[in-house]
């Protein structure tokens, strides 16, 4: 089906394990944003991507890591979970200067 | 750098009564300007923007925000409240020619019967 998608839609990890959060996209678009979601801080930049093999920092990137061989899919790892990343996490995608389109999001739980 | 405030965290209003989530913004240059909507467990769908142009924007089941450059805001607002507009509400800005937004850190709307 066309659209965004996440997986898994719900992770369980142990501090200190490696995750890694899918995201994939079918438009094509050039743009892609990784954002967590916290109580009392909305929505905040991880990482994002203008193209494959262009990636950038967004406001709180520490402990995570992305790459973009392919157009469509996004990865987000998080080389040594902690329970500081425990969050919502929601991929985004764009086509140009303006609409975000998300993806249903991910929900990490990191004990 | 760009920054957005929205004022109450949480709003509460009775079904069939105007609706108002407030935002301000701060931008050094003209900004875009977004409401996007979060139902429960579900991802974040946009609204309406604000690019360039009409200041009165329309969006989606029958929200509209209007662009005050003055008053550096950018209200959103529904004449009459339903029961399925109770969710979170997330005003957002960004500037022209670039792709990062900046979120505020969102107001959830309650519709009381």
């Known amino acids: 089906d066309a659209g965004i998608t996440q997986s898994p839609r719900y992770k369980i990890t142990e501090t200190g394990r490696q995750v890694t959060l899918m995201c994939h996209q079918t438009?094509?678009?050039?743009?892609m944003f990784w954002y967590r979601q916290d109580l009392g801080h909305g929505l905040r930049l991880i990482y994002y991507?203008?193209?494959?093999?262009?990636?950038d920092k967004g406001e709180v990137p520490d402990g995570y890591v992305v790459s973009r061989s392919k157009t469509e899919n996004f990865p987000l790892t998080l080389e040594s979970a902690t329970r500081s990343q425990t969050s919502v996490y929601f991929c985004a995608s764009s086509a140009s200067t303006d609409t975000q389109y998300f993806g249903p999001g991910t929900r990490l739980t990191v004990l | 750098a760009q920054s957005v405030t929205q004022l109450g965290s949480h709003v509460s209003v009775s079904e069939g009564a105007l609706v108002l989530l407030r935002c301000n913004y701060s931008s050094s240059v003209p900004p875009y300007l977004f409401w996007y909507v979060q139902y429960p467990n579900q991802g974040l769908q946009l609204l309406l923007k604000y690019t360039t142009g009409a200041t009165l924007v329309k969006g989606i089941n029958g929200f509209e925000a209007e662009f005050k450059k003055s008053e550096t805001s950018f209200h959103l607002t529904k004449p009459s409240a339903h029961m399925s507009d109770a969710a979170e509400y997330f005003c957002a800005v960004s500037v022209q020619g670039a792709q990062k937004l900046v979120f505020g850190q969102g107001t959830r709307l309650t519709i009381n019967p």
């Open positions: 438009w094509s678009h050039s743009y």
């Open positions: 991507s203008a193209a494959a093999d262009i990636t």
